[in-house]
């Protein structure tokens, strides 16, 4: 496709402008404007525009002082309202008439949020997609409120200004020496090394005169604006993509977005700061599902006109409640624990998806879910079949775009000493209770790395995987190797900011020891223990309301291991500090005692 190139004039510079022009077939198409960061120029968005000239018009131009457009003379010509003169030029110059479409990286988003919040051109922007660059007034708040004598918080700031050491270095006197003596090819070759720019990325010709330019964006800025922070704030849809590995700006440095925001959704994706190089064909993609959710493109013809669940229903940031729009599937839903969890997410706005065997039940808790106000749908699946698990994974992408946070929790007991415990049970309790969850970890967790956009795995093991004892070597091994599998998945998947958890409940009142084989005694035996152990359980009265309260905080914290009831922390923290304890205490059968 053949791309324009034309002058727009703006306070004193000269801007270089780069057009895609309309697209062949698409008359309407949006207009969107790509700005870039520092110490970049216009160039780095070309792998972006190839895959999104096609669909829409795509402009991007070199910010003053980079690339091909001018340089003003000094500090002063740098300051952020003179910027977004810059951007209204190139606004009433490609689309004078119609809402554009706005994308930043770095700089570029830092320039874009003073534009978004200012009054007179929100009815001249359609919406923003934010990549690596927060306001710059949102950040004087935020370090404001980290100040208070609060441990998170004072962490949190610590990190981001070990991150932030070159704001204060663009403030000495050598900086722009620097670039002026050889640093383009240092700089380049540290960001190569640190794996920030891919090893086939071009070198901007420029890019000596662009890094010594844009220091003046820091030294104009950064100081004036954190002594001076105005509350500035938007209605326009605004989308925050965060790479979750960013070197320069920490997630959490954006976590207060939704206090200026009222139309806010935000990605976090594994990445590193320059995502647009890495990762250009979902970058694409992110950034097309907000230009299509903010006006939805013509169907074309012959399709199915059925209308779809917007990508972004599960991304919307919203403090009311914190998991709205997000997809949760619980197996093991009908009862017990995998009820109260889907009833935990529901509260919370999540979108549920209860499977059990029992369709009758799993259905009860998707009823519940409603109840509360969240959409819920319920599903017949026997975890351990792995054509049902198939089928429902492929059902949960085809009908709700794909899971956030998966619980495995699906289980059954099994007690009784190892050599009266028959094969048939062997595999029947290894097929619920571990095949189950190695499906549902499998075939989820290839759907979340394949959508690139994070999510979670909760695995539901037992106190029995780190207590061992003569009296349930089945079901411990099974919830043993439940653990194991949850910490190497949990390893394998990082890189793709999808966390996993193995929740260790402890006893719990729920209804699987009524359900639990007693294995080596007759039938009028296994019931009369059935009831001594449920009588016992119910003296105990710790709830699956308070498992299901640990397993949502675990998620949001992305705990590794989570011992819930104190007796499963005390067999956690024994196991681990004195294993031959564990192992005596193994050695009692609870079962004669009965």
């Known amino acids: 496709m053949t791309r324009h190139s034309h002058r727009v ?55 003053r002082g980079a690339g091909a457009s001018t340089a003003p003379k000094g500090r002063s010509g740098y300051t952020l309202d003179l910027l977004v003169e810059d951007l209204a030029a190139v606004m009433d ?72 050491w070159y704001v204060a270095a663009f403030h000495l006197p050598g900086a722009v020496l620097f670039w002026q003596i050889g640093g383009a090819g240092l700089v380049t ?54 790479p979750v590995g960013d070197r320069f700006v920490t997630p959490a440095l954006l976590d207060d977005t939704g206090l200026w925001c009222t139309n806010l959704w935000r990605r976090d994706v594994p990445g590193w700061h320059w995502l647009i190089r890495h990762e250009p064909d979902r970058v694409a993609r992110w950034i097309s599902e907000l230009i299509d959710h903010v006006e939805p493109p013509d169907p074309d013809p012959g399709s199915d006109q059925t209308a779809t669940r917007s990508p972004l229903d599960r991304l919307r940031v919203g403090r009311e409640l914190p998991d709205r729009g997000k997809v949760v599937v619980v197996t093991g839903a009908g009862s017990g624990i995998g009820r109260q969890t889907s ?63 998966v619980v495995n929790n699906a289980g059954i007991g099994m007690a009784g000493p190892l050599l009266d415990t028959s094969t048939e049970d ?33 695995n539901v093991a037992s106190m029995a995987a780190f207590t061992p004892s003569r009296s349930y070597p089945a079901y411990a091994t099974s919830k043993a190797a439940v653990l194991m599998l949850s910490e190497c998945l949990r390893a394998e998947l990082a890189d793709a900011s999808i966390g996993v958890t193995a929740i260790c409940p402890g006893v719990v009142n729920t209804g699987i020891v009524s359900a639990t084989r007693f294995v080596g ?47 499963a922390q005390v067999m956690r923290l024994v196991s681990r500090l004195a294993p031959r304890t564990t192992r005596r205490l193994a050695r009692i059968d609870p079962t004669t005692r009965l």
């Open 9 to 63: 004039r703006s306070a004193g510079v000269e801007l270089a402008v780069t057009d895609s022009g309309i697209p062949a077939g698409h008359p309407d198409a949006p207009t969107l404007i790509l700005v870039h960061g520092y110490p970049d120029n216009s160039e780095t968005w070309l792998p972006v525009v190839g895959r999104l000239e096609s669909r829409y018009r795509v402009v991007t131009y070199d910010v």
């Open 93 to 164: 110059t490609v689309s004078p008439h119609r809402p554009v479409h706005l994308v930043g990286h770095d700089w570029g988003s830092i320039q874009l949020w003073e534009a978004v919040t200012a009054e007179h051109l929100t009815h001249r922007i359609a919406s923003f997609t934010s990549i690596s660059g927060p306001c710059l007034d949102h950040v004087a708040f935020w370090v404001r409120r980290r100040l208070r004598p609060r441990l998170r918080g004072l962490r949190q700031l610590f990190v981001q200004s070990l991150r932030s």
């Open 189 to 242: 070759r540290a960001l190569r090394m640190a794996d920030e720019w891919p090893d086939a990325t071009a070198v901007s010709p420029t890019l000596a005169s662009d890094g010594a330019h844009g220091i003046n964006l820091y030294r104009a800025n950064v100081l004036v604006r954190g002594a001076r922070p105005r509350e500035r704030r938007t209605d326009l849809p605004v989308q925050l993509i965060v």
């Open 343 to 405: 009833l935990a997410f529901a509260e919370r706005g999540a979108e549920i998806v209860a499977a059990d065997i029992d369709a009758d039940a799993a259905a009860r808790t998707a009823t519940l879910c409603r109840d509360l106000g969240a959409p819920a749908t319920h599903h017949q699946v026997d975890v351990g079949d792995a054509e049902a698990m198939e089928a429902l994974a492929k059902a949960v992408e085809r009908d709700h775009g794909g899971a956030d946070i």
């Open 426 to 458: 062997w595999e029947r309790v290894l097929r619920v209770n571990l095949w189950g969850v190695i499906h549902g970890s499998r075939l989820f967790g290839q759907q979340m790395s394949a959508r690139g956009e994070g999510g979670h795995i909760v």
């Open 521 to 567: 005694v007759g039938d009028a035996e296994q019931q009369r223990r059935r009831t001594v152990t449920n009588r016992l359980y119910a003296r105990r009265g710790f709830t699956p309301e308070k498992v299901a309260d640990a397993i949502v905080r675990s998620v949001d914290r992305n705990r590794p291991v989570v011992p819930v009831a104190l007796e």
